[in-house]
């Protein structure tokens, strides 16, 4: 079956332009998380949906960073005035059953997006 | 999340053995270890999962050490296509507010011809 999609890939961006990444995650998964990637680094926790409802947003860099999933399937991470520090691979990850079921709860990831701000 | 630790890079021959390691001392009886690989420019890939006993698909075998505090990651037979950044985390499964994954840095293994 069909893997994460992220789109786009790639995208430059103007500092201070706001952003908008798309996240579609394996049909039927009720997780989704967001994650944060710079270069050399391992990725970073920013937000995680279960259905339609945002559990936890600890990770998210700052309130210039919005994440919605309003009909518990594909999710978007919002960038407003976009910063040069921004600049990024931008995961996403979803899993089949929520965190509180048993150890299948696998994430499977997307290919990321890219963000480069200027 | 127990910390672990990984040397940051390895080499392997295509065609032999790779085996990673990971350090893992201060792991809670609870507490799963877990491995993902990234493929350049790609996102990360789950590999394998234990708790204590050693697990094997068709991906990897799993080595946990009795004490649980250390393990391997045994690639059989390594190609080209291999080459990544291996990461070990260690978590709890289906454990609440332990959802996220944690990683690390890594280890970037490179397969040689």
Redesign the interface.
Known sequence: GAG?SQSPRYKVAKRGQDVALRCDPISGHV?L?W?QQAL??????LT?FQNEAQL?KS?LPSDRFFAERPEGSVSTLKIQRTQQEDSAVY?C?SSQ?P??????????????TRLTVL | DAKTTQPPSMDCAEGRAANLPCNHSTISGNEYVYWYRQIHSQGPQYIIHGLKNNETNEMASLIITEDRKSSTLILPHATLRDTAVYYCIVRVAGGGSNYKLTFGKGTLLTVNP
């Open positions: 994460v997780s998380f994650y050399g680094q391992g990725p970073e926790f995680y936890d990770g995961l990850a059953l965190p509180r079921g048993s150890v299948t709860d696998t994430q499977y990831f997307g290919p990321g």
